[in-house]
């Protein structure tokens, strides 16, 4: 007899290995496994019987609408039993996994979550970049650089007139918007870096000021997927040496 269940799984920020063990436990028992184009797909391996579905979603391109996806995860949940959604980074945190839950529970399908590591700590924290640091920083913003529509968020105006680290996620886009909205409160001067594809083997890291980072994004062909961190925490000279 079919059990329908909807499990909501956050894979961590790339490195296959950063998911968590109970993570893994629930693509071991997966019957179905949706997941998104920022997970690694050797995380698949850990379901080697279920069905799998790629609905991921990239800067510009949407392979599948979310409309589509929450149908989809009611379908196979109620055809086939455990639906895995893996999701990358943490379901809640830009992931739209409340949509999800909500959508499933309102069709009668039982729901669990289990946390991920979101990239919106772990690409600073292995670059030893500290979000907060004693007598430089009390406070983190976490915004989307893109809303909804294609606009630039309006929090992140508000953030730049703070001393706060700011932690920017689908923002490499608007890049030349948010460098001038920072330098109307802050020196040209002012630290800025940006990590795309973080703790992945082919991660590149950029690390200048705002009058200068523009130039160097352009110089490593930085694209999506990629995260930009402003703030005095980010010691560019310390990340050099990690590179």
């Known amino acids: 007899m079919i059990e329908p269940k909807l499990i909501l799984v956050g894979a961590g920020p790339g490195d296959p290995e950063l998911i968590s063990v109970k993570g893994l436990k629930a693509l071991q028992a997966a019957d179905v496994v949706m997941y998104d184009a920022l997970v690694s797909e050797e995380l698949l391996q850990h379901a080697p019987n279920a069905v799998k579905v790629f609905c991921g979603k990239r800067a510009g391109t949407h392979y599948m609408k979310q409309d589509e996806i929450n149908r989809q995860i009611v379908e196979h949940a109620q055809r086939y039993g455990t639906v895995v959604r893996l999701k990358g980074g943490d379901p809640f945190i830009f992931g739209r996994g409340q949509e999800e839950l909500e959508y499933a529970e309102k069709h009668g399908i039982p729901t669990a979550i289990i946390p991920g590591i979101s990239s919106a700590t772990a690409l600073a924290t292995s670059r030893k970049i500290p979000l907060t640091k004693r007598g430089i920083t009390e406070s983190v913003w976490v915004t989307t650089g893109t809303t909804s529509c294609?606009?630039?968020?309006?929090?992140?105006?508000?953030?730049?007139?703070?001393?706060?680290?700011?932690?920017?996620?689908?923002?490499?886009?608007?890049?030349?918007?948010?460098?001038?909205?920072?330098?109307?409160?802050?020196?040209?001067?002012?630290?800025?870096?940006?990590?795309?594809?973080?703790?992945?083997?082919?991660?590149?890291?950029?690390?200048?000021?705002?009058?200068?980072?523009?130039d160097k994004v352009a110089k490593e062909n930085i694209t999506a997927p990629a995260i930009i961190i402003v703030g005095e925490v980010v010691d560019c000279s310390l990340i050099a040496l990690l590179k």
Request: net charge negative.
């Open 150 to 214: 294609g606009a630039l968020s309006d929090d992140i105006e508000l953030a730049a007139q703070y001393s706060s680290t700011v932690f920017i996620l689908m923002g490499i886009g608007k890049l030349p918007e948010i460098v001038k909205v920072f330098l109307k409160y802050k020196p040209a001067t002012y630290p800025m870096a940006i990590i795309q594809n973080g703790t992945l083997p082919d991660e590149k890291v950029v690390c200048g000021q705002l009058v200068t980072i523009q």
